[in-house]
């Protein structure tokens, strides 16, 4: 495991930040970041879910053959991508031999290859792949963020770690807030973990959401348009539910929404 102050590109932390033990440390760290800095900082070293702790160190640890010689970041990941974003993506958790291993959401593992492609292809990433912290890739315009830091067992977290993990992504969302127009949310999990959080930001949420649906539409009275779309998972990309085009259709219509001329939009897919 890369400890905080390591030097690593992904790392906000140092030793003396603060290290929440229990989801009430978790809501008072969370609520009390006076920057995005910090708060990506603290939820880098949390420790408040026992089980996710154990797990991500046990990967961290014995490690993929594959990645037998690579150092594991073993660690909560936090949000990535510039603080004056107008297009947020919501996805899980990390997986455990791509974000716990990296650092970085989506870095790493095939889910990540699906998704960066299609943010090169909408002009949000200024490369097609991401497999490493270091490897230059930049997000323009768009943050990454998830419901759970920390990489879960079978990909599952429990209604109670998901909880416990929810006023960091609160906590994000009240920097995002400004700027964001539309947030992407992929997969079923996160639509759910989504409005609860958007509900203690402050955000006037409708009575009434939609069920997860890829393509759905919810706009937030004040707030950003929430488009729902299917996870970039190896269970939907193999199994072609969802395909290239319906992914970069979710993209175009997250510029469409946040005032982006159409040329800077998504190319049309080969």
Known sequence: MIPAGSGHPNDRADPMTPVAGDATDVGRLAAGAP????????????????RLVSWREQVAHTRRAAFAAQPYWGRPVTGWGPADASIAVVG?????HGGNRTGRIFTGDRSGDWLFRALHRAGLASQPDSTSADDGQTLRDLRITLPVRCAPPANKPTTDERDTCAPWLVAEWRFLRPTVRAVVVLGGYGWSAIWPVLRAAGEAVPRRV???GHGVEVVVDGGPTVLGCYHVSQQNTFT???????LD???LRARQLTGAPAENGTRPHP
């Open 35 to 50: 920057t995005l800095v910090h708060l990506d900082a603290c939820s880098s070293v949390c420790r408040a879910c026992p």
């Open 210 to 212: 939609p069920a997860f």
């Open 249 to 251: 259709a979710v993209f």
């Open 92 to 96: 899980l958790a990390p997986a455990a």
């Open 240 to 246: 072609g539910r969802l395909t290239e085009p319906m």
